[in-house]
């Protein structure tokens, strides 16, 4: 079993429509939280960070995190085509630096 | 633009060849990390080096090597290529200082062994 699972998609929305995605873990020792955006063939680009249990919100993006569930979830609300590409949820521990990744969900905003 | 710069962008070689990939970190980071995507794995952390001294090692085989330079880039080398190391390999850099400090990644070099 993945220390971190996530749904692959694709996931195909309306334009304006609220977005959740989400992942799930395993690891207890995980503290941080990150959520990237990739656009096809290029690098992952860090959008949301939170430390530990609670939300974050930034601009149209809001991150959550339930540390007693192991779950952490990314809303985009007013979605636009532009936020089209695949999103991938990445954690780590205290003291170890490297991300775990999940597998990435591919989001797709119809016009 | 995320400041961590990567070469070459594209690599085509044979199997058995052996390729050098290269990152420079964003300025005043001292950390580098290098990551492997590929489509059935995803992104998986090979190796860091932080100040030119390795500091933690992921799934990276043994025919993969990496240092850090004095002027803190970073090299990849892949060794004896096989078909299954064609993926897409990224380098991403940190300040690795506060605990909760992020990752930067670049754009990647996306090697295909032939």
């Known amino acids: 079993q993945k220390e971190v699972e996530q749904d692959p998609g694709p996931l195909s929305v309306p334009e304006g429509a609220i977005v959740s995605l989400n992942c799930t873990y395993s690891?207890?020792?995980?503290?941080?939280f990150m959520w990237y955006r990739q656009y096809s063939r290029k690098g992952p680009e860090l959008l949301m960070y939170?430390?530990?249990?609670g939300n974050k919100e930034d601009g149209r993006f809001t991150a959550q995190v339930d540390k007693s569930s192991k779950y952490i979830s990314l809303f985009i609300r007013d979605s636009q085509p532009s936020d089209s590409a695949t999103y991938l949820c990445?954690?780590?521990?205290?003291?170890?630096?490297?991300?775990?990744f999940g597998s990435g969900t591919r989001l797709q905003v119809q016009p | 633009d995320s400041g961590v710069t990567q070469t070459p962008k594209h690599l085509i070689t044979a199997t058995g060849q052996r390729v050098t990939l290269r990152c420079s970190p964003r300025?005043?980071?001292?950390?580098v990390y290098w990551y492997q995507q590929s489509l059935d794995q995803g992104l998986q952390f090979l190796i860091q080096?932080?100040?030119?001294?390795?500091?933690a090692k992921g799934n990276i085989l043994e025919r993969f090597s990496a240092q850090q330079f004095p002027d803190l880039h970073s090299e990849l080398n892949l060794s004896s290529l096989e078909l299954g190391d064609s993926a897409l390999y990224f380098c991403?850099?940190?300040?690795?200082?506060?605990?909760?400090?992020?990752?930067?990644f670049g754009p990647g070099t996306r090697l295909t062994v032939l």
């Open positions: 990445a954690m780590r521990g205290p003291g170890r630096r490297a991300l775990t």
């Open positions: 939170t430390y530990s249990s």
């Open positions: 690891n207890s020792a995980f503290q941080y």
């Open positions: 300025s005043g980071d001292l950390s």
């Open positions: 080096y932080y100040n030119g001294e390795e500091r």
């Open positions: 991403a850099s940190s300040v690795d200082g506060p605990p909760g400090d992020t990752q930067y």
